[in-house]
């Protein structure tokens, strides 16, 4: 069975740093787009940003471009989301996905099949 699983996830002060991780295991990480995804309280969940399956392409919501940037060690399993410039509006469970499609990089929470279960991210103002 496909595992995702989050880690880095604490509570910062605004302005400050987190780096989130996500370990894959029973795939085959290097044919898979991985995507971040977040969700704060009494809201949707929402696209955050992507990496194509060997790091050299990416894409970013708006209200992060700028500050997060992802990555992706397929020698590792392992994607990454750093966050820097954090907001209090940050704060949210940040979830990974798994995209089978090589094709695209798609903020579209359908177009992932499997999911992690969360890291929480809480930033105080």
């Known amino acids: 069975q496909v595992q995702l699983v989050e880690s880095g996830g604490g509570l910062v002060q605004a302005g400050g740093s987190l780096r989130l991780s996500c370990a894959a295991s029973?795939?085959?990480?290097?044919?898979?787009?991985m995507g971040w995804f977040r969700q704060a309280p009494g809201k949707e969940r929402e696209f955050v940003a992507a990496v194509s399956w060997n790091g050299g392409d990416t894409y970013y919501a708006d209200s992060v471009k700028g500050r997060f940037t992802i990555a992706r060690d397929n020698s590792r399993n392992t994607a990454y989301l750093q966050m820097n410039s954090l907001k209090p509006e940050d704060t949210a469970v940040y979830y990974c996905?798994?995209?089978?499609?090589?094709?695209?990089?798609?903020?579209?929470?359908?177009?992932?099949?499997?999911w992690g279960q969360g890291t929480q991210v809480t930033v105080s103002s």
């Open positions: 996905a798994a995209d089978r499609s090589k094709q695209r990089l798609s903020p579209i929470r359908a177009d992932y099949e499997y």
């Open positions: 029973r795939l085959t990480f290097s044919r898979y787009t």
